[in-house]
């Protein structure tokens, strides 16, 4: 296991269209989370799995957005109807949570998306 | 509302010479501190943490110190390397599962 992993790496798309992105987390971790990084400003908060369960949202998730962990292995974002104020940098990271520890995260390196 | 807050957006040191990166948070319920470094087209990268039941933590080159009175953190880096060169972020953590993030300082080690 060599780390979290995003797919793709680039994204261009045309407004109004949807696009989806895959984070495959490090296989041990239980924890997944989505962030956004606008340019000059530090990774936003959008989402978290425990397992398979979505556990909080912001709301920087609009309607627009969905998240899903089936099974609670790899996890895919969806944005619906893109807009141009959507293009940032998408980052997925994991994490463990045991009973007794919470692990810090490791972050995949990323996925950006360019609305035209 | 900005909770963490890094008001220099970037830094330039001498190699060889102490960088000191500075963090401000607003949100008295943090309780669990971390820098994270950010090269180019790559992921955060963890560096160190501290919990604020302490006042400093180092790890060889790296120390961080928490001043939770002034509700305030540095990275001291010593001494600074050419391949420290990147954009740190400082993030904090409370009850909330998520990490609160700061908006980055650039720092430039010059050789």
């Known amino acids: 296991d060599t780390g979290v992993s995003q797919n793709p790496r680039h994204k261009i798309t045309k407004r109004g269209q949807n696009v989806t992105f895959r984070c495959d987390p490090i296989s041990e971790h239980n924890r997944l989370y989505w962030y956004r990084q606008t340019l000059g400003q530090g990774p936003e908060f959008l989402t978290y799995?425990?397992?398979?369960?979505?556990?909080?949202k912001s709301r920087l998730l609009s309607d627009r957005f969905s998240a899903e962990r089936p099974k609670g292995s790899f996890s895919t974002l969806e944005i619906q109807r893109t807009e141009q104020g959507d293009s940032a940098m998408y980052l997925c990271a994991s994490s463990l949570q045991t009973a007794t520890h919470s692990y810090g995260y490791t972050f995949g390196s990323g996925t950006r998306l360019t609305v035209v | 509302d900005q909770q963490v807050k890094q008001n220099s957006p970037s830094l330039s040191v001498q190699e060889g010479r102490i960088s000191i990166l500075n963090c401000d948070y607003t949100n008295s319920m943090f309780d669990y501190f971390l820098w994270y470094k950010k090269y180019p087209a790559e992921g955060p990268t963890f560096l160190i943490s501290i919990s604020s039941i302490k006042d400093k933590n180092e790890d060889g080159r790296f120390t961080v110190f928490l001043n939770k009175s002034a509700k305030h953190l540095s990275l001291h880096i010593v001494p600074s390397q050419p391949g420290d060169s990147a954009v740190y972020f400082c993030?904090?953590?409370?009850?909330?599962?998520?990490?609160?993030f700061g908006s980055g300082t650039q720092l430039t080690v010059l050789p």
């Open positions: 799995f425990q397992n398979e369960a979505q556990l909080e």
């Open positions: 993030a904090a953590k409370g009850s909330a599962r998520q990490l609160t």
